[in-house]
């Protein structure tokens, strides 16, 4: 049974959909599942393995859960929803219960499969990424937002691991070669450096193989919602 490296920590969605109350601390004691206040909304675990999955993503979170082994990596858990306590209060009734993450959003196969891994030590997170039909852009290739989208989750995890909570405020992204849909590509993302409430982060997108560089950008991330520049 595949069991997470990682079983106290913030769930993705979680930590970047939380926008009432205090802020929990990365590595604060109690599981993740806590943030879920009610049945409905408790909800299995999106980044471990599924039959859409193909050999190659399989094989690299095999690889990377035997490095989890000795504590210096941890996989990080991913959820599709969040629970309302943990929400802003919504104007329509009912419309907090049909939210999903967006990179959640999709059946299994369909959109965003991906999992996630990081080092406390080096500060850096990398994500094997695999993309759907439905997130086709010209024919037969990935579409550029989607790839965008987990560059931004991706950074992001990188900075919450880092600090708490934090929110994208600038975003650079070079894009480099189309990449094809179904593909499996590599997410490295690291912190640069830190000052203050800002967290700089650079991203680098690449072939399983290391051959091919498909994607570049730097992120700015910030603690507490408002940045000033």
């Given amino acids: 049974m595949l069991r997470s490296c990682a079983p106290r920590l913030r769930t993705l969605g979680a930590l970047r959909g939380l926008t009432?109350?205090?802020r929990p601390a990365v590595g604060d004691a109690g599981p993740a599942l806590r943030l879920f206040s009610s049945e409905k909304f408790i909800d299995k675990d999106r980044s471990l393995p599924n039959p859409s999955w193909s050999k190659e993503i399989r094989l690299l979170f095999d690889?990377?859960?035997?490095?989890?082994?000795?504590?210096?990596?941890?996989?990080?858990?991913?959820?599709?929803?969040?629970?309302?306590?943990?929400?802003?209060?919504?104007?329509?009734?009912?419309?907090?219960?049909?939210?999903?993450?967006?990179?959640r959003s999709y059946d299994?196969?369909?959109?965003?499969?991906?999992?996630?891994?990081?080092?406390?030590?080096?500060?850096?997170?990398?994500?094997?990424?695999q993309g759907g039909p439905h997130l086709q852009g010209p024919s037969g290739l990935l579409h550029g937002g989607a790839l965008a989208t987990m560059i931004d989750v991706t950074g992001g995890v990188t900075a919450v691991m880092t600090g708490e909570f934090v929110m994208t405020a600038n975003l650079n992204i070079n894009f480099k070669r189309p990449i094809?849909?179904?593909?499996?590509?590599?997410?490295?993302?690291?912190?640069?450096?830190?000052?203050?409430?800002?967290?700089?982060?650079?991203c680098d997108?690449?072939?399983?193989?290391e051959k091919t560089l498909y994607s570049n950008a730097t992120a700015r991330f910030f603690l507490n919602y408002i940045h000033s520049d």
């Fill in 205 to 209: 997108v690449q072939s399983v193989d």
């Fill in 108 to 129: 299994d196969g369909l959109g965003f499969e991906f999992v996630m891994f990081h080092n406390d030590v080096e500060k850096r997170t990398v994500c094997f990424f």
């Fill in 180 to 202: 094809p849909l179904g593909s499996v590509i590599v997410i490295n993302s690291q912190i640069d450096k830190v000052e203050g409430r800002k967290f700089f982060v650079s």
């Fill in 63 to 103: 690889q990377f859960m035997k490095k989890c082994e000795d504590g210096s990596w941890k996989r990080v858990p991913s959820y599709r929803y969040i629970s309302p306590q943990d929400s802003k209060p919504t104007k329509e009734e009912g419309q907090m219960s049909r939210a999903r993450i967006f990179s």
């Fill in 20 to 22: 009432g109350g205090a």
